[in-house]
């Protein structure tokens, strides 16, 4: 199993970001995905999930708004859209697979994690 992500950088702050997460070596729809963030010297937070269908989505307060969480079943791939980037947004964004239909807003039963990929926002 391989989940990668891609598509973060560095953009000034009020900007937008895509970000993918590509799943090879997992049946894709049967795994709601979620999208976690580790700052600096922080730990690994909750971003957002959706449920395996898309129908669902959930988010963490401090992104509500800003971001989207989306996925395409055909094309075994989930979606993070970055917008109005703060500063405070700059973190390692890691992409994970839950074999529950909704998944959870927390790391614990997350089966698999991609490597994560680099946002940097500047003031």
């Known amino acids: 199993v391989q989940l990668q992500a891609s598509g973060g950088g560095s953009v000034q702050a009020g900007g937008s970001l895509r970000l993918s997460c590509a799943a090879s070596g997992l049946t894709f729809n049967r795994y709601a995905m979620g999208w976690f963030r580790q700052a600096p010297g922080s730990g690994r937070h909750f971003v957002a999930r959706?449920?395996?269908?898309?129908?669902?989505?959930y988010y963490a307060d401090f992104v509500r708004g800003r971001f989207a969480i989306s996925r395409d079943n055909a094309k075994d791939t989930a979606y993070l859209e970055l917008n109005s980037l703060k500063p405070e947004d700059t973190a390692i964004y890691y992409c994970a697979a839950n074999p529950s239909i909704f998944g959870s807003s927390g790391p614990a039963g997350y089966d698999y994690w991609g490597q994560g990929t680099l946002v940097t926002v500047s003031s």
């Open positions: 959706i449920s395996r269908s898309g129908s669902t989505t």
